[in-house]
């Protein structure tokens, strides 16, 4: 497993051009508002305030970089779907995620990250599709397990594994997580590193 020994944040940007220009590998970080985004950064990172938390959906409005160990960038995105801003504001955020996931060429893994106590989200379904239509690389990762039983968890893991498998052959890789408990840091760090050794 990465052992993390060093995160630092390096830019905040609008523009996918205007993030770092060297080569280093990219693994972004998506999800509805408030799905739990930036406390998952902050657990894998093993900091507090690393990435800004808020109980407000909606917080995170640009795309930011932090370097990891000198050797590649987590980067956490804006959150798609509700948050409290204007159309104006969302039509904006919603072109610089899809350019940065469309054009950027260090970008080798995205997670999507998604509620775990929530039945399937036409919303979230629509945006893996779209990754998947346009060749993205990513993966699934089911956050807040604290907060509902096994039973629960597994039941609501095989409706979305269900609802996928309408447009999927394979479902992509996935992962379980509880910012809370640190559950699942050790996986997500594992297949980083997996990629990175591939690279």
């Known amino acids: 497993m990465i052992c993390i020994k060093q995160a630092e944040f390096v830019i905040s940007s609008t523009d996918h051009k205007k993030g770092p220009q060297d080569s280093k590998p990219e693994f972004a970080f998506i999800g509805r508002s408030n799905v739990g985004k930036s406390s998952l950064i902050n657990m894998l990172t093993n900091q507090k305030r690393l990435a800004k938390t808020s109980g407000t959906p909606g917080k995170t409005r640009l795309i930011n970089h932090f370097l990891i160990n000198e050797s590649w960038y987590l980067v956490d995105l804006p959150g798609y779907g509700y948050a409290r801003a204007s159309k104006k504001d969302i039509r904006t955020w919603e072109k610089f995620i899809v350019d940065y996931l469309l054009h950027r060429e260090n970008l ?53 594994k269900k609802e996928l498998q309408k447009s999927w052959e394979t479902v992509p890789p996935v992962f379980s997580t509880s910012s809370t408990s640190k559950h699942g840091r050790e996986s997500i760090l594992n297949y980083i590193e997996q990629i990175i050794k591939s690279l």
Do not use: H
């Open 108 to 160: 080798v893994n995205l997670f999507v990250l998604i509620d775990s106590r929530l039945d399937p989200q036409k919303i979230d379904i629509e945006f893996m599709n779209w990754c998947g239509e346009k060749r993205i690389p990513f993966s699934i990762v089911f956050t807040k397990l604290d907060k509902l039983s096994g039973a629960e968890y597994s039941k609501n893991l095989s409706k979305y």
